[in-house]
């Protein structure tokens, strides 16, 4: 069974940054590809970022693109969000998704395996 556990949120200024951390445990990391969403109130969850098996095949919403970084170590069984230039339109709760494909999706249907999510709130 897979499990994933996110950590890193918490309350930053605007302009500021933090660092997402995602750990999968459970199974063998390198065959899934992971994402991260996030969903603020009253709102759609929302795709931020993916990263296939590879670490070089990442792609992101427009909305972040150049401010926001997905990298993964698979020898720690992590997956990481790097958050930039923090906006207070960023504040929401963000969570990690697994799915067992090379690839990831854009579509949170398509993942099969969440985190439990971590707040972040960016103060004007």
């Known amino acids: 069974q897979v499990q994933l556990v996110e950590s890193g949120g918490g309350l930053v200024q605007a302009g500021g940054s933090l660092r997402l951390s995602c750990a999968l445990s459970?199974?063998?990391?390198?065959?899934?590809?992971m994402g991260w969403f996030r969903q603020a109130p009253g709102k759609e969850r929302e795709f931020v970022a993916g990263?296939?098996?590879?670490?070089?095949?990442?792609f992101y919403s427009d909305s972040v693109k150049g401010r926001f970084t997905i990298s993964r170590d698979n020898t720690k069984n992590t997956v990481y969000l790097q958050m930039n230039s923090l906006k207070p339109g960023d504040t929401a709760v963000y969570y990690c998704?697994?799915?067992?494909?090379?690839?990831?999706?854009?579509?949170?249907?398509?993942?099969?395996?969440w985190g439990q999510g971590t707040q972040v709130t960016v103060s004007s």
């Open positions: 998704a697994a799915r067992n494909q090379g690839w990831a999706s854009s579509r949170w249907l398509e993942y099969g395996y």
């Open positions: 990263i296939g098996w590879s670490a070089g095949r990442t």
């Open positions: 459970g199974r063998t990391f390198s065959n899934y590809a």
